[in-house]
T-cell receptor, first 115, second 112 residues
């Protein structure tokens, strides 16, 4: 079946603009995760959803970052007033449930470049 | 709180030689341990995982890892690497408290 998809695959924006990144999880997966992958810094956890609620927002780096999930499916990550340090690859993953024994299936990522 | 340490950021190895990628973790509760691989220009995919039971876990592509509770380690090994194993490898730990984190990754380069 279809895997996790993300759009756009690449996004170039100017400093100060807002961006929206989209994630379509695998159908039926109730848990959804957002990570940020910066060069040499591995994967940084941002936020996870169980259904439409986000019990853990601890990883969001600032109040310029927000995320929502509707209908227990698609999620959008919004970055307001982008800064150059926001440049990174943003990865989305989904799993059957939120239990950490479950494998997370990753999308291909969105490469964000802030000029 | 928990954390994952991958001490080796880059590991070059000749084709058909054995390799070990090191991973150490810290956690105050029981853990689940994972290794993910990211091939060039691709997303992450699961190599193997330890949930419970046998401490030696076998994964895809001939990789295996051993959970060592006393040393809080989960090192990844392969007895003979191929060119196609060149990739970024990430160790990850989750726990019953729904915390989940990844290490900074180890870049494995297989030299012909």
């Amino acid at each position: 079946g279809a895997g996790v998809s993300q759009s756009p695959s690449n996004k170039v924006t100017e400093k100060g603009k807002d961006v929206e990144l989209r994630c379509d999880p695998i159908s039926g997966h109730t848990a959804l995760y957002w990570y940020r992958q910066s060069l040499g810094q591995g994967l940084e956890f941002l936020i996870y959803f169980q259904g439409n609620s986000a019990p853990d927002k601890s990883g969001l780096p600032s109040d310029r970052f927000s995320a929502e999930r509707t209908g227990g499916s698609v999620s959008t990550l919004t970055i307001q007033r982008t800064q150059q340090e926001d440049s990174a690859v943003y990865l989305c993953a989904s799993s059957r449930t939120s239990g950490n024994y479950n494998e997370q299936f990753f999308g291909p990522g969105t490469r964000l470049t802030v000029l | 709180a928990q954390s994952v340490t991958q001490l080796d950021s880059q590991v070059p190895v000749f084709e058909e030689a054995p390799v070990e990628l090191r991973c150490n973790y810290s956690s105050s509760v029981s853990v689940y341990l994972f290794w993910y691989v990211q091939y060039p220009n691709q997303g992450l995919q699961l190599l193997l995982k330890y949930l419970s039971g046998s401490t030696l876990v076998k994964g895809i592509n001939g990789f295996e890892a051993e959970f060592n509770k006393s040393q809080t380690s989960f090192h990844l090994r392969k007895p003979s690497v191929h060119i196609s194993d060149t990739a970024e490898y990430f160790c990850a730990v989750g726990n019953t408290g729904n915390q989940f984190c990844f290490g900074t990754g180890t870049s494995l380069t297989v030299i012909p």
